[in-house]
């Protein structure tokens, strides 16, 4: 969809924080929704579940005492029926911890239903967690789901089986395995934090070229280092200011959905428009869904638009600048005017509160435009697992 006039959609109430007299609710893992796609391997999502169980691990960045999870058919045409649902402390997947799981209700009742393009709150259950834990989220699903909104890429794995499998504590029963996510959209907790990061951002956020599994992109890192909550709102492949089949809504739509309603959060870092500019170099090349040429102007109003979203709703707003990305297949003159001219706003217009500039920390010596040889991990766009350490560093600096 082409580039408009960037509007300023409206932002939504923030959720109830409340959980009970004493503690409010902290969000402690997202992942964006995407539309059902195909192209991504294994991939569940175009033909949903049907008398299957789905059960998918996620790492916490926030503990407490008791836990709720939210659900998404945003992409959804009908109605989608939760037959049952879980949540435990997850052991070597697709095992849990014996003795943690605790049954989750909707309302009350042990299954419910999804209107279309809506979402589902749980009931919060007791249940200890802390920061770095590692949850399991198992979804039954009797009735055939339809198309599956789900997030594409999740370096990490999620585990189908057939039947009712809520109760298998060993995993036995899971014998199909998906790196995304389907329908868990965010895990909450009462720890009572209002100090959380959202990472908004694109596969650089989403943590392409992190190692598989091991919880290695630089929001995890952000968090260990800073003992905050994170919220990773990346979707790889996203742009500021198209829509996309593959890689999600633009992201001055998708702000407020993706961020500014889960609560807990006060500051926000932005790092997109790399895909804006890099797709519009390589238009040539069917792999991407072409955009339309941008220059600085659309971007630096992109930019300035969701600044507005997230002031309006009281959060502190960190730029980061594109990090080096010569040499790669988003590279190309233009690209590289925009890019250069685009971090230069980014740096020195005073529009964010702070910024964070990745660009530099993460420059090669020899030439800056390029990443870091120590840094590259392999396509000379997305960093490595110690290059998303350098990330996380540079942005805990600012904060």
Do not use: K
């Not at 192209?39 to 503990?63: D, I, K």
């Not at 009742?109 to 209107?115: G, S």
């Not at 199909?176 to 596969?203: H, K, M, N, P, Q």
């Not at 926000?268 to 238009?283: H, K, M, P, Q, R």
């Amino acid at each position: 969809m082409p580039a408009t006039a960037p509007a300023t959609p409206a932002v939504p109430a923030r959720p109830d924080r409340t959980a009970g007299p004493a503690r409010s609710w902290t969000t402690a893992w997202t992942a964006a929704p995407q539309l059902p796609s195909e192209g991504f391997t294994p991939n569940w999502s175009r033909e949903g579940f049907w008398r299957q169980t789905l059960r998918q691990p996620v790492r916490l960045t926030a503990g407490g005492g008791r836990v709720r999870v939210r659900l998404s058919h945003a992409y959804g045409t009908s109605p989608l029926r939760i037959e049952g649902a879980t949540v435990a402390r997850a052991a070597a997947a697709p095992a849990v911890e014996p003795g943690s799981t605790r049954r989750l209700t909707f309302g009350g009742a042990a299954h419910a239903a999804i209107p279309a393009r809506g979402e589902l709150v749980s009931d919060a259950v007791d249940l200890a967690t802390a920061a770095g834990d590692t949850l399991s989220v198992t979804l039954h699903f009797e009735a055939a789901t339809g198309p599956a909104t789900f997030h594409a890429q999740a370096y990490t794995t999620s585990h189908r089986g057939e039947g009712d499998l809520l109760d298998d504590v060993d995993g036995a029963g899971f014998d199909a395995a998906s790196a995304s996510w389907y329908l868990l959209t965010a895990v909450e907790t009462d720890a009572g934090r209002a100090d959380g990061i959202a990472l908004f951002g694109d596969s650089l956020t989403d943590g392409f070229g992190s190692t598989p599994g091991a919880d290695r992109r630089w929001g995890d890192a952000l968090a260990r280092r800073t003992g905050r909550p994170v919220l990773n709102a990346g979707i790889g492949g996203n742009l500021l200011l198209n829509d996309s089949a593959w890689y999600g809504e633009r992201g001055l739509n998708r702000l407020a959905r993706d961020v500014l309603a889960h609560p807990g959060t006060d500051t926000l870092v932005v790092l997109l428009g790399l895909n804006d500019i890099g797709f519009s170099e390589t238009a040539d090349q069917p792999t991407y869904r072409p955009a339309p040429v941008l220059g600085t102007a659309e971007l630096v109003a992109g930019h300035g638009a969701l600044v507005r979203q997230a002031r309006r709703a009281g959060l502190r707003v960190v730029g980061a600048t594109l990090l080096p990305f010569a040499g790669s297949d988003h590279w190309g003159a233009r690209a590289a005017r925009t890019g250069r001219e685009l971090n230069a706003w980014i740096r020195c217009s005073g529009t964010y509160d702070a910024v964070a500039d990745l660009h530099r920390a993460l420059a090669g010596p020899a030439d800056p435009d390029r990443l870091h040889p120590a840094y590259d991990s392999g396509d000379h766009l997305h960093p490595n697992d110690a290059g998303y350490e350098v990330m996380a560093e540079a942005v805990a600096a600012v904060l």
